[in-house]
């Protein structure tokens, strides 16, 4: 074989030849074979990440070592006990236990007063309700926020989602921005995202349409509920795109894109919430259908009690 045949043959070898994709690499669900409890939820994930106000602790329950890159860690009865930095940023914690590890992505937040404070160094808040939806602590007005920082955008909250995925649409551009997302809600999108794969819908995350959202910007948008679950990052809005059109994916095969691919994604993630409820923490479930400004899609939160509408 001639010099450049053997390079031809190393190139289509390495799926570069005459611009022939490379092979796509099967979708890892990236689970531990232990698990953490913190905050009152349980899970496996790989990375899972959560925030706490400067200064206060973390107990998280396992028995695997830990290791903190910031703040003081101690054994405690049940596993661990953090106390957080004094300053906003993001902090690492790692439990391991044989070959296996769990990260979870601490971010301390930045302090903020509801009431008083309309922005953080420019970026636009709004004000919350001062009456907790339902008395429920969960819809309390959130005492901070996660700082966002370009260099923070890509950071992994989970194993297939990305800080930057969750960010409001307010102020492109603005730097630094702030967001919030629950721990809750990554659990409920990386267990359906392993269930979307297994179906046979390929995609390594969803597209969130729609993550948190400020206040201010809730309202600027024309929406007059003062209790969505996006304003505390709580729910996302999201589709499968693997093909990168912007838009749902032919999910039933039907040859067209409208409500009906919202539905059976929406069917699935149903059946996820009876089949495996320790990683499906209570929370609504809705289907929205094409418009002239998007796609169709579903949202998902975990509010603490179960909601459905639109299907």
């Known amino acids: 074989m001639s010099p450049f045949n053997i390079f031809v043959a190393v190139l289509i070898a390495l799926g570069l ?30 990375i899972i990440s959560t925030t706490i106000m400067p200064g206060k602790t973390l107990d998280v329950f ?30 690492v914690l790692t439990f391991t236990q044989g070959a296996d590890q769990i990260i979870v ?44 920082t370009p260099a923070l955008l890509k950071t992994r909250i989970s194993p297939h989602f990305t800080l930057e995925q969750f960010l409001c649409k307010q102020q492109p551009g603005h730097t630094p921005t702030y967001v919030l997302v629950k721990a809750a ?48 990052g709580g729910a996302a809005d999201i589709f499968i795109d693997a093909d990168g059109d912007g838009r749902m994916d032919d999910l039933n095969g039907d040859g067209r894109i409208n409500k009906k691919d919202a539905e059976a994604l929406a069917a ?9 409820t320790a990683n499906w923490p209570h929370g609504g479930l809705a289907v929205y259908p094409e418009n002239s400004a998007h796609g169709p899609f579903v949202h998902i939160d975990a509010r603490g009690y179960q909601a459905r509408w639109g299907f």
């Not at 910031?70 to 906003?88: C, E, F, L, N, Y």
């Not at 359906?192 to 948190?212: D, Q, Y």
């Not at 059946?271 to 495996?276: E, F, P, Q, W």
């Open 268 to 276: 699935l993630a149903e059946a996820v919430s009876r089949s495996d």
């Open 105 to 148: 992505n601490v971010f301390v937040l930045t302090p903020w007063r509801n009431g008083k404070q309309d922005n953080l160094n420019g970026y636009r808040i709004g004000k919350y309700s001062a009456s907790p939806l339902r008395g429920l602590s969960t819809y309390a007005a959130p005492d901070g926020f996660i700082e966002v």
């Open 62 to 91: 396992t028995r695997a070592n830990a290791l903190a890159d910031a703040g003081v860690i101690k054994r405690s009865d049940k596993g661990w006990t953090w106390h957080a930095p004094d300053q906003p940023g993001l902090n």
């Open 17 to 46: 030849c005459l611009g022939m994709p490379r092979k796509a690499e099967a979708f890892e669900a990236e689970r531990a074979a232990f698990s953490i409890s913190f905050d009152g939820f349980t899970s496996n994930l790989s």
């Open 185 to 232: 809600t990554l659990i409920k999108l990386e267990r359906l995202l392993e269930a979307t794969n297994k179906h046979g819908w390929k995609s390594e995350t969803f597209t969130v349409m729609s993550g948190f959202r400020t206040p201010f910007y809730n309202q600027s948008i024309g929406n007059k509920t003062t209790s969505s679950r996006h304003l505390y």
